[in-house]
């Protein structure tokens, strides 16, 4: 997609929620400073590395403020469930990746267009699935799945509800890293997470293991 259309969307939103949420900006001179809070554990797409603040939609967002004269567009990385809370409470502007949640985070409101398709997947160890496993989430029944923290609507509403039944057990880490390693250290048998992300995080720790250990089952979700 085209730069100018990654500004519109940006600068759309920006004034929207500016007319909403006025009173926690700030004025930075002559310009409005906006503070835009980012999961700070979701590498490529925003994470904190050596106290900055990066990542695809960082970058994105940059560029779409650097056209925004008349504002100071700052990003803060935070745990992804503080930044919820914090939105729920009233203390924070926006919140990055912007994930609609319409049915179920009422506190949210607007939100911008997606500015990025992520496509959700079922990673799991080969052991598991030497059994075939074609239809989520009815086949992973009696598995542990992991999952981030907040990350409320991976799975979809059918293996929520497996989940509250005790079909399945939900297993859950702060972050992309933490989940892999307790997959790869057999204490989950599955972990729920974007395709890109998956692979960006594994290609830091992969040495010794080998990409053989995990197959990919994928959903039918795109965020």
């Not at 057990?169 to 997470?193: F, H, V, W």
């Amino acid at each position: 997609m085209n730069r100018s259309i990654y500004f519109l969307r940006f600068a759309l939103l920006l004034l929207v929620l500016l007319v909403i949420v006025w009173p926690v900006v700030a004025y930075t001179d002559d310009r409005i400073e906006v503070t835009i809070y980012a999961d700070e554990n979701y590498p490529p797409y925003t994470y904190r590395e050596g106290g900055e603040v990066k990542g695809i939609y960082i970058e994105i967002l940059s560029k779409a403020a650097s056209n925004m004269g008349d504002y100071n567009v700052k990003f803060k990385a935070v745990p992804w469930q503080r930044g919820k809370n914090e939105l729920k409470r009233g203390k924070a502007f926006a919140l990055v990746p912007p994930y609609f949640h319409g049915h179920d985070w009422p506190y949210i409101w607007p939100y911008s267009l997606p500015i990025i398709n992520e496509t959700v997947v079922v990673m799991c160890s080969k052991e598991v699935l030497t059994v075939p496993r074609p239809n989520w989430p009815e086949d992973y029944k009696g598995l542990i799945v992991g999952n981030n923290s907040g990350y409320d609507g991976y799975g979809g509403n059918q293996f929520r509800e497996l989940v509250r039944n005790g079909e399945i057990k939900l297993s859950e880490a702060p972050s992309t890293r933490q989940n892999i390693l307790k997959l790869l250290n057999g204490r989950i048998d599955c972990y729920m997470i974007t395709r890109l992300s998956y692979k960006w995080e594994f290609q830091q720790i992969r040495n010794p293991v080998s990409y053989t250990h995990l197959r990919a089952h994928e959903t039918r979700e795109d965020l």
